[in-house]
């Protein structure tokens, strides 16, 4: 669900994404193209999807290692002659060197966990914030933060990363606890996170 809009879904699968609009009565759908002119670049099997938060593009993970970023467009109903809104393949990103098993949201940052066994933390516009490279655990299969109320994770107010701690799972069955000031410490090992 789309955090500003509830009325927006986006889904997908290996190589199709669905833009979902749903109201009291019914249920539209957009499957945008998948075309290669559209990022000049292949793109891999898809993962996952989200909205980026604070804007109005979408983006979805792939099994290589990139994010496909979704801006708005027009698309035509040659049926019913309307325009309505659409989505289209914006921009390739790459952001892991392997597969992204995870694309999530945690306020106005955007999490993402691959099988090169990092969690990397950005901004709406894909800027790095933190990166959690260290952790030596295997493939990262999913991350969980820590729940706090406040919900006011934007990156470094007072030059550190406000963001929860959290803990994340692998592909090797560990689950790996981490604190996020973690990104702070010099020597590696202080940056492994604790197996439980």
Known sequence: FDPASPQSIVSNGAALVIFWEWDVESLTYYAPPLA????????????SSVFVPGTTRAASATADGHVLVWEHGASSDSAADEVRPARRAAKLVKLHAGAIHVIETLGNLIVTGGTDGHVRVFDADFKILAWYEDLDAGPVTSVSFAHESSGNFSGFPAGRLRCPDFVVTTASSLIVSCQASMFDEVPAEDRRGKPR
């Open 36 to 47: 290669e002119r559209s990022t000049h670049m292949q793109v891999g099997q898809l993962t």
